[in-house]
């Protein structure tokens, strides 16, 4: 669906040096990015502020051209067939918004229909479907501008998908929203990949998203892909550490001699003990049944590192 | 084509919806037109003046009124707001032409505009002077010429717009445009009033389509069709430039904001 090849893209920088003189450089906001993503795939392409996520998005909508490299989307060019791509893929920006914000919801959609020229008995389908896994219904008749962010980011998603692309691109979707408008939203998506098999492509800073709806984590800093992989890889590779926290009735002991604990950590006088293991050593399960044998077992927790730790170690790395 | 049509049309109603500003602007407008149809009859009110006796006039100032609305004389910023907030990277990745779809949406907008604020001052001047009357044919030529001028105006504001892909501010060149095409498109004073060689150089603009232009094909001032031939004429090639001038920017310059 989406095959990017050495893609790089450069920006020519002009700062004041003096009060005539400026100077010129080069700044590589891509540098060197390849990464494929099939049909189907929900993949979450994530990176700090500045990392080069929405030049790349740019560019696969064809909006960027790039400084050299080869990028294949849906099958063309982007930035020679821009046009005839946009009718394949659905792009959501979560800062802006594709709506006619003067008109009722519904005319943005109507108006949608004939620049995609959908036929009107898909057009008809497709909204529905959106209406109602969205609910929309309450304000299709609500001009835009009057709309809550939370309505009017369900709009957007619905506006991407009238014309039913193969290919969803969404840059920073839950940007803004609260808990429930982003579970909502998440779901939705979710259900779209799996049901009706439309691919997916989301750079967020929200880590849940990605855990709720992206098997595949593509990292980026600074231009370059610093990992691509399923989370759970990646987790593995970064940060392979989990934590058992017991706490005990009595101290004891520090318990570091049992199979596959590779170092504890005691509090409260013994009475609470860290246990860090990896998954590739022992199981959590034989871990706890070790500590139980030795010590009475008031309470326990097993900690493991969230995909916000996995992305800072990637980030710590460099 | 239907798509555009759609846009057209919704063009008409996005402008429709403000009403209370279409009553503001229609009160400044009958105004101005009182204003200057007083300060226009004390210039050829005695006698007549380079063609323009006092039913002349009076069709001059409140056509004039009418239509600079119609074709938005001072500019608009509109996509310039897009390209610097980078919001314009939503209108470029629609499957349609960019400037087409533009010019759909404007010619909605002027479509509404004709009915409240172009039909309301001309019915006002006619009602309250002797506002001098023209047959059937030339108000075709005359409505042919308006939309000629649009068309003219609409390129002008296209290319202005687009400069903000380079400039990013330009509401310097806005400003400028805007005292520009006031003082030369024939609205402060008739362009016949001007010297000869002012007269000469004005017609070699876009400006003169704006207003003059059409008042003179109402006014029968002078042939009709070359008024209609310059304005066909600049049309076409500030709509072509602006296509080109939107390709290159699309090419070469970076769309704002993350």
């Known amino acids: 669906m989406i095959e990017v090849r050495d893609l790089r893209r450069e920006f020519t920088v002009t700062t004041k040096t003096g009060r005539f003189r400026r100077s010129r450089r080069t700044v590589r906001a891509v540098d060197a990015v390849s990464f494929d993503v099939a049909a189907g795939e929900a993949v979450g392409y994530v990176g700090r502020n500045g990392a080069g996520k929405s030049t790349t998005i740019k560019i696969l909508t064809g909006i960027l051209v790039p400084t050299s490299g080869r990028v294949r989307v849906s099958g063309v060019d982007p930035a020679r067939s821009r046009r005839e791509l946009a009718r394949r893929i659905g792009v959501v920006f979560g800062q802006r918004s594709q709506l006619w914000w003067d008109l009722p919801l519904r005319d943005s959609f109507d108006l949608l229909r004939a620049i995609y020229r959908v036929p009107a008995e898909d057009h008809r389908r497709r909204l529905a479907e959106c209406v109602e896994l969205l609910e929309l219904a309450d304000f299709l008749d609500t001009p835009v501008r009057q709309l809550s962010l939370g309505q009017r980011m369900r709009g957007e998603v619905t506006a991407a998908l009238l014309h039913g692309p193969e290919l969803l691109v969404l840059d920073e979707p839950t940007i803004g929203l609260d808990l429930e408008s982003k579970e909502r939203l998440r779901e939705f998506l979710a259900d779209l990949n799996a049901r009706r098999g439309t691919t997916l492509l989301l750079t967020t800073h929200d880590l849940d998203d990605i855990e709720r709806l992206c098997p595949r984590l593509l990292v980026i800093d600074r231009g370059a892909v610093l990992a691509d992989g399923p989370l759970e890889e990646l987790r593995e590779r970064v940060a392979p550490d989990r934590v058992l926290v017991v706490d005990l009735e009595r101290p004891a002991g520090p318990l570091d001699d049992l199979p596959g604990v590779r170092s504890v950590r005691s509090e409260l006088g013994g009475l609470r003990l860290h246990l860090t293991f990896r998954r590739a050593e022992t199981t959590a399960a034989a871990l706890i049944a070790a500590v139980a044998a030795r010590a009475d077992v008031h309470d326990l927790v097993l900690e493991e590192p969230d995909i916000d730790d996995v992305v800072r170690r990637l980030y710590a790395r460099r | ?258």
């Open chain 2, 1 to 258: 084509m239907r798509s555009y049509a759609q846009l057209a049309l919704a063009g008409f109603r996005r402008y429709s919806t403000y009403r209370q500003a279409m009553f503001a602007g229609l009160a400044a407008n009958v105004m101005f037109g009182l204003l200057r149809t007083s300060v226009l009859l004390a210039v050829v009110g005695a006698a007549p003046k380079e063609g323009y006796d006092v039913p002349s006039a009076v069709a001059y100032v409140w056509l004039g009124q009418g239509i600079l609305a119609f074709v938005v004389l001072w500019g608009d910023t509109t996509l310039a707001q897009r390209v610097r907030s980078g919001d314009v990277v939503v209108d470029l990745y629609r499957p349609w032409h960019l400037q087409a779809a533009l010019l759909a949406e404007d010619v909605g907008r002027a479509g509404y505009s004709v009915l409240v604020r172009f039909l309301p001052p001309v019915a006002i001047g006619g009602l309250l002077f002797p506002f001098r009357g023209a047959g059937p044919g030339t108000w075709a030529l005359f409505a042919l010429s308006a939309v000629l001028g649009l068309l003219v105006s609409f390129g002008i504001r296209f290319l202005l717009n687009t400069t903000a892909f380079w400039l990013l501010d330009n509401r310097g060149v806005l400003g400028l445009y805007a005292v520009a095409s006031t003082l030369l498109c024939g609205l402060a004073l008739p362009i016949p009033f001007f010297p000869g060689w002012a007269r000469d150089l004005l017609w070699a603009t876009p400006f003169p389509a704006l207003v003059q232009g059409p008042i003179d094909v109402y006014l029968e001032h002078g042939p009709q069709w070359t008024v209609l031939l310059h304005q066909a004429c600049w049309a076409a090639v500030l709509l072509t430039a602006g296509h080109f001038v939107l390709r290159r920017a699309v090419r070469k310059v970076v769309v704002q904001g993350g």
